[in-house]
T-cell receptor, first 117, second 112 residues
Framework: DAGVIQSPRHEVTEMGQEVTLRCKPI?????LFWYRQTMMRGLELLIY????????DSGMPEDRFSAKMPNASFSTLKIQPSEPRDSAVYFC???????????????FGPGTRLLVL | GDSVTQMEGPVTLSEEAFLTINCTYT??????LFWYVQYPGEGLQLLLKATKADDKGSNKGFEATYRKETTSFHLEKGSVQVSDSAVYFC???????????FGSGTKLNVKP
């Protein structure tokens, strides 16, 4: 069984550039989560989709960040323009949920390590 | 507010030592509790969980008991191995409010 797939695994870019991170959830899962992990702030939930609809985006840091889920098998997280403080590991996770409620086990992808110079 | 508090790391142990990583929570309602593990360079994986008071979750020799009276979910293992070196995250799920909270993580280093 393929797990959650994220690409790229590593990204190095310069300040001001647009960055797009991609995620393919586990087939059959209807919930998708984007997290950011840094040493200073730990693991932060950025946004949560259920059935392709954003349910909770209160963790999205600012307008430079946007996330989409055009279909059940693909999501993107975009940063435009990127800044050095966006450097972090970004994780995508998926799970099964009903009625927009979290289910208990989230399956994480391997993460994208982003470095903004 | 609702939160999870873990002991700060890193925790350094010798192989075969006993492990305890403390986790306490503050929550409205009746949460489910989890331990996730993150090995170097990987994403988080569910290690174990407990869904109600007095439940014990267990997996790979790790155990944790949901203690409502002390609002705790401490992770234990009787004999750690070098391969257990990882970061461990305590988490809670508030079903009524549809909120999932992770602790800050505790890094475990096990030396041969």
């Amino acid at each position: 069984d393929a797990g959650v797939i994220q690409s790229p695994r590593h990204e190095v870019t310069e300040m001001g550039q647009e960055v797009t991170l991609r995620c393919k959830p586990i087939s059959g899962h209807n919930s998708l989560f984007w997290y950011r992990q840094t040493m200073m702030r730990g693991l932060e939930l950025l946004i949560y989709f259920n059935n392709n609809v954003p349910i909770d985006d209160s963790g999205m840091p600012e307008d430079r960040f946007s996330a989409k889920m055009p279909n059940a098998s693909f999501s993107t997280l975009k940063i435009q323009p990127s800044e050095p403080r966006d450097s972090a590991v970004y994780f995508c996770a998926s799970s099964s949920a009903s009625g927009g409620k979290y289910q208990e086990t989230q399956y994480f992808g391997p993460g994208t390590r982003l470095l903004v110079l | 507010g609702d939160s999870v508090t873990q002991m700060e790391g890193p925790v350094t142990l010798s192989e075969e030592a006993f492990l305890t990583i403390n986790c306490t929570y503050t929550a409205t309602g009746y949460p489910s509790l989890f331990w996730y593990v993150q090995y170097p360079g990987e994403g988080l994986q569910l290690l174990l969980k407990a869904t109600k008071a007095d439940d014990k979750g267990s997996n790979k020799g790790f155990e944790a008991t949901y203690r409502k009276e002390t609002t705790s979910f401490h992770l234990e293992k009787g004999s750690v191995q070098v391969s257990d070196s990882a970061v461990y995250f305590c988490a809670l799920l508030l079903h009524n409010f549809n909120k999932f909270y992770f602790g800050s993580g505790t890094k475990l280093n096990v030396k041969p």
